[in-house]
């Protein structure tokens, strides 16, 4: 259909993961680093990571992201439950921008896209600071959580989350609160 899709095995942690928009060919690891071949005939190298880092405190553009954990029946396959918050725990130098839902029965859909970008860099501007007590840089990754209220029910679920980062992002884990019901 014209669109970029490419599905990725990281035999670091032995899961699967899927890149869109990127424009590849083909694909190599060459001096640590990957190596993209386009079909207009460029050659990308992928060894940052940040995009486009052209602006004053190291931060560019934004990268989206979207992640679906996999289903599980939480230890009671064929009862109801229902899912009352999701809380994701970051653990990057800004906050990043996400949404965050519960997809049951093995639904698949991904949610829509966050608007908006990511907050940058923390800390104090340069002419607006005060000397003894501004904080010029945070140089350091801070945890960022937030718990989002859910809705829906099914027998199995997943956690879905989308979202955008200006600065190097990791999941530390998610928290997940949610009540049992009948059978069918």
């Known amino acids: 259909d014209g669109t970029f899709r490419q599905y990725i095995y990281n035999i670091s942690t032995s899961g699967w993961g899927l890149w869109r928009e990127v ?5 190599d690891s060459y001096d640590g680093a990957l190596i993209i071949g386009t079909s207009d005939g460029d050659v990308l190298r992928m060894d940052q990571t940040r995009d ?3 602006i004053a405190g190291g931060f560019g553009d934004a990268i989206s992201w979207f992640l679906l ?3 599980s029946h939480l230890d009671s396959p064929g009862h109801f439950k ?3 918050f ?3 725990n970051f653990i990057a ?3 990043p921008l996400y949404e965050a839902t519960v ?3 093995y639904l698949t859909q991904e949610p829509s896209s966050v608007t908006g970008s990511p907050s940058g860099a923390s800390g104090d501007l340069w002419d607006s600071g005060l000397w003894d ?3 010029w840089s945070v140089g350091s990754v801070v945890p960022f959580n937030q718990p989002i209220g859910v809705g829906g029910i099914g027998r199995s679920l997943a956690v879905a989350l989308v979202g955008s980062s200006i600065s190097e992002t990791d999941l530390a884990s998610i928290d997940l609160m949610w009540e049992t019901g009948g059978l069918l």
């Open 23 to 27: 424009p590849a060919n083909t694909a």
């Open 52 to 54: 486009n880092i052209t």
């Open 69 to 71: 954990t996999s289903f």
């Open 82 to 84: 229902r899912a009352k």
């Open 86 to 88: 999701v809380r994701p």
């Open 93 to 95: 130098e800004t906050e």
């Open 103 to 105: 997809l049951y029965d």
């Open 133 to 135: 007590s501004a904080m």
